[in-house]
């Protein structure tokens, strides 16, 4: 662990069953490791979201998966075909995990560097007006 955990992070993850708890570290290594510079705080009153520039990604702990709200505007190339949801969504998409899905890493971790890329140009709001 190379960065600063939030504690109210710390404890929105701890608080979900052991399965949700393992897909949410997994995502926040995936994230952290992605830029170094990412961080991470407590949004919405208790939703986890990993900012650089802008925001990357936000938990959301459903009963029966976990979503990862990628902040893209639908700009990010899928080619892993993660997302799942939110295609004609303007600001979001979704990837959901279930129970005992393995989580592909480096296709996640592609998506995630693609968004910190937009967030350093300027946000995918600049990026989709052209200017």
């Known amino acids: 662990m190379d960065y600063t955990a939030d504690p109210r992070v710390d404890a929105y993850i701890g608080a979900l069953p052991e399965w949700q708890q393992a897909v949410c570290r997994e995502v ?28 990357i990604c936000a938990l959301l702990a459903a009963k029966d998966h976990v979503n990862v709200f990628l902040y893209d505007g639908g700009i990010v190339p899928d080619p892993g075909h993660l997302i799942t949801g939110g295609h004609e969504n303007k600001t979001a998409r979704t990837v959901a995990f279930y129970e005992g899905e393995a989580i592909n890493a480096p296709a996640l971790t592609e998506l995630f560097r693609a968004v910190i890329a937009n967030n350093r140009a300027g946000g995918w709001r600049k990026i989709k007006s052209g200017g």
């Open 28 to 55: 926040r290594e995936l994230v952290h490791a992605a830029d170094p510079e990412v961080t991470e705080t407590i949004k919405r009153t208790r939703q986890p979201y990993f900012e650089l520039q802008g925001n």
